[in-house]
Structures are given as C-alpha cells and as structure tokens.
C-alpha cells in the first residue's frame, strides 16, 4: 500500500509562487515514478510534471517549462513541486501519484499508469 498526502496549496497573485509538498508512505517500489497532476473542474485531469525516483530524471508539460521545477528528497520521503511566475490558468487542483516499474519510462506514462493518488491541494492564481 502507498499513501499520498500533499499540501502546500494556497492563493497567491498571478507572478507568485508556492511550493506543493508530497509526503509518501508505503511500498518504495511501488512509488519508482512520482508525479504532478492538475485537474480543473469540468475538465480532464493533466499531467504536469513527473519525476523518476532512480535517477531523479524529469519532465514537464510544455506549459510550465521553465516555471516549474519538481524535486524529491528520499530520505524524507517526500516529493516537491516548486512552481514560480503563476498564471491565473494554473488554477487548479493539484495531485500527487504514484506508480511502480513499468516497461514505459516515467515520463511517457498516462494518468491510466498511476494507481496510487492522493487527495489533492488547491492552487488558485488571482490576476
């Protein structure tokens, strides 16, 4: 079993920033990918950034390239998601998941690849 908890989230003005924390628990392999999604209402849910627990490789959706850093500090257990110069469409609730081994690389996997998820936290940019 892998349990999820995020926090972080808050309101912030649009060029702010916030730091989403995901503390994990559990099965370590079943947590070799780690990742950010974000989901607004009435919308599907979107990958935002991913990163691999081995060699701490990342990736990111194309819009947040270059505003958004994810970060993993193993020995707490604990994934990051460091977001700067937000935009008012960043609004959203933000997830963390899990997911083991697969053929796929970290970063070529779908939302359908990650079965452990947490609850969420809420990020809302004002203009």
């Known amino acids: 079993q892998v349990q999820l908890v995020e926090s972080g989230g808050g309101s912030v003005q649009a060029g702010g920033s916030l730091r989403l924390s995901c503390a994990a628990s559990?099965?370590?392999?079943?947590?070799?990918?780690m990742a950010w999604f974000r989901q607004v209402p009435g919308k599907e849910r979107e990958g935002v950034a991913a990163i691999d627990s081995g060699d701490f490789s990342s990736s990111f959706v194309n819009s947040v390239k270059d505003r958004f850093t994810i970060s993993q500090d193993n020995a707490k257990n604990t994934m990051y998601l460091q977001m700067n110069s937000l935009k008012p469409e960043d609004t959203a609730m933000y997830y963390c998941?899990?997911?083991?081994?697969?053929?796929?690389?970290?970063?070529?996997?779908?939302?359908?690849?990650?079965?452990?998820w947490g609850q969420g936290t809420q990020v809302t940019v004002s203009s």
């Open positions: 998941a899990a997911s083991p081994p697969l053929p796929e690389t970290c970063h070529d996997r779908g939302e359908a690849d990650f079965p452990h």
């Open positions: 559990g099965d370590i392999y079943a947590r070799k990918c």
